[in-house]
């Protein structure tokens, strides 16, 4: 099976493919922008907020993102709400799981900074577990700071970045 490496450098061999590569990666990054198929794990008060934005006033449909219940098929872990250490230990597993491309959306100051338990010893922020793609701030996040992210992170796909590190 070719890696994605081999076509490229396959393509680099042949003259005058350096455009056609790059209108790939166009297509592929647009394709990717505009199919974003989020697995949420609300575990806490922020669900509210996000039950909004896949409402009809908000409708986060129609920027392509489309939330699922399969772990397999989706592409992004929403966390949403206070995360245990138990629970941080599932959703390392949850990330495992997705196939590449994977991206972390931490919505909310509990799953980013543990919010109002910053001094709890079993709350930890997720970031500590999985790289985190896109960080949502708030306490709740309004549904507008929520597609915003969204938005954020469909811009990073359609260029190509990351912002989460790899952890071991």
Request: hydrophobic share 35%; proline share 7%; with cysteine.
């Amino acid at each position: 099976m070719e890696t994605d490496t081999d076509i490229k450098r396959t393509l680099d061999n042949i003259p005058g493919s350096g455009l056609a590569y790059n209108i790939i990666d166009f297509i592929d990054g647009w394709a990717r922008k505009y199919s974003i198929w989020p697995i949420h794990l609300v575990t806490g008060c922020c669900s509210p907020e996000f039950m909004q934005v896949s409402g009809a006033r908000f409708d986060m449909e129609r920027l392509g993102i489309l939330p699922f219940a399969s772990v397999r098929q989706c592409d992004c872990i929403m966390v949403v709400g206070i995360v245990s250490r138990k629970m941080a230990e599932r959703v390392k597993y949850l990330h495992e799981q997705m196939g590449e491309p994977k991206y972390v959306v931490s919505v909310g100051a509990c799953p980013t900074g543990k919010g109002p338990f910053h001094d709890s010893y079993s709350v930890v922020a997720i970031d500590e577990y999985v790289p985190v793609d896109i960080y949502i701030p708030g306490c709740p996040p309004r549904p507008e700071a929520i597609i915003h992210g969204m938005m954020e992170l469909q811009e990073k796909i359609r260029k190509g970045k990351r912002l989460g590190v790899k952890h071991d």
